[in-house]
């Protein structure tokens, strides 16, 4: 028993979390359920940022003067757009801090501290929905191998699925991430957008949705692709293409994805 | 108990099944589980057609004028191109019969026999993977009231879901599914594609696949949208843009998509 309090006692660490989005909120919980402890929430909107605090029981700030400095990490869970102005300004300079994004290269802390990483959550989040954070993909980068394992220990407190990725690897996983996750759900936007010009109900899609979704983890994509574009139908994609006509974006968007389907199964 | 052995005989319909595809096998054995008897099953290839009805315990056959006459209803689950043929063939004029497609209207079958309907299962089903029948959407569609009705206690007794869609809708629902389902593997196959040319794993993308499903079960697509698109980001966008230089095909879609997602908040 006392050696499992010295175990978690030697992960814990003190984390200063700059930001109050989606991502700050989901990731904030998750450790401050397990061997971390929340000491900071920085938040541009104090609201935001206080109603986090609450949740962590800790102090927040809106100033970033105020930003307690000797904390053992400190999370940039801020929009990309907003991470070079936080740098400019974050008093604790020279311990490690780690930003969360997938597009930007770790480089981007290279000249603000001598330790420095990359924490990034694949997972879509929202402050609305819970999510089982074991089950989340955290990809993981730092400037060198004490600081990586630092990551490693901590990200392995709330997720099973611990990988260290390069920013050049992690920027290709966003790029995909944007096709299975972005412009999937652009997809479902435009079924129920379908449906309700009939007075269909979207519910009638989420079963298929679902099974689509289910068989992708059992199946490579490609082998298991069904619709008129594989068969090589033109009858009903030409049927399709025409009840589109009151959206030439979407019919444009058909006719290319379409093409593209029987291509690669042509090339099979 | 009497009672309830009466109630199930009462439900209790003799089917031939035209077809031995996918969606012939897994509506099969769906009806077989319940108060349906298949008494035959029909397929150009000898092989398949004795393997599913081996499944049944049924006879199969190979040949048009070997089909059972006398059946409650005929199930044509074969491919849209193939109906014709089969209508023409077909030695059973008169009975009940129905199609499975979602993109055919129910008049294709009304010179054929005075009792005819539509019995379309909205699902992505596959020989290799048992779906649960009971939560899949069953879109029922008759020449009749009398024979609406027969299709609608059928149906009942293997999904929860059953639904009266008239042809036109049901085209709309189809149009819809390829957008949430074939469209949407393809988007999936684009993302294990883009990873395995980083020597990435696709099982990376498979949590954030489950939880973009997940997250349309409870909310408006459009009210959940999150990625560059949505924000407006053109630093990543034109970042992803010419990480696709090798893939023009998808580039074309990853602009055209974009714009598509922009437009639509811009105008919410």
Redesign the interface.
């Known amino acids: 028993m006392i050696i499992t309090l010295f175990l978690q006692k030697s992960y814990c660490m003190r984390i200063v979390l700059l930001g109050t989005g989606?991502l700050a909120t989901r990731l904030g919980i998750a450790l401050h359920a397990k061997h971390a402890e929340i000491v900071q929430v920085y938040g541009r909107s104090g609201t935001s940022a206080s109603d986090l605090a609450n949740l962590f029981g800790c102090t927040d700030t809106s100033s970033m003067p105020e930003i307690i400095t000797d904390a053992d990490l400190y999370i940039l869970a801020v929009?990309?757009?907003s991470i070079p102005e936080v740098l400019t300004n974050a008093p604790f300079h020279d311990r490690l801090i780690v930003h969360t994004s997938g597009?930007i290269s770790i480089d981007i802390l290279s000249s603000f501290s001598e330790n420095y990483g990359v924490f990034y959550p694949?997972?879509?989040l929202?402050k609305q929905?819970a999510?089982d954070f074991s089950?989340?993909?955290i990809c993981i980068e730092a400037n060198n191998a004490e600081n990586l394992e630092k990551l490693n220990r901590l990200a392995k407190t709330i997720s099973d699925?611990v990988?260290r990725?390069d920013s050049?690897?992690r920027?290709?996983?966003h790029?995909?991430?944007?096709?299975?996750?972005?412009?999937?759900?652009?997809?479902?936007?435009?079924?129920?957008k379908?449906?309700q010009?009939?007075n269909?109900d979207?519910n009638?899609?989420?079963?298929?949705?679902?099974?689509?979704?289910?068989?992708?983890?059992?199946h490579?994509?490609?082998e298991?692709?069904?619709?008129?574009?594989?068969?090589d139908?033109h009858?009903?994609m030409d049927?399709?293409l025409k009840?589109?006509q009151q959206h030439p974006?979407?019919q444009?968007?058909?006719e290319?994805?379409s093409?593209?389907?029987t291509?690669?199964h042509q090339c099979d």
């Not at 790029?175 to 129920?192: M, P, Q, R, S, T």
């Not at 298991?224 to 068969?231: D, E, K, L």
Request: hydrophobic share 50%; glycine share 2%.
């Open positions: 989606n929009s990309d757009t597009s694949l997972q879509t929202s929905k999510v089950a989340v993909p699925q990988f990725i050049a690897q920027r290709e996983l790029l995909a991430a944007v096709f299975v996750c972005n412009f999937v759900n652009h997809f479902y936007a435009i079924g129920e379908l449906l010009e009939q269909l979207f009638l899609l989420k079963p298929l949705i679902l099974e689509t979704a289910n068989k992708a983890m059992l490579s994509p490609p298991i692709q069904t619709g008129p574009a594989v068969r139908n009858t009903i049927q399709h009840m589109l974006e979407w444009e968007l058909y290319l994805i093409k593209d389907i291509w690669l």
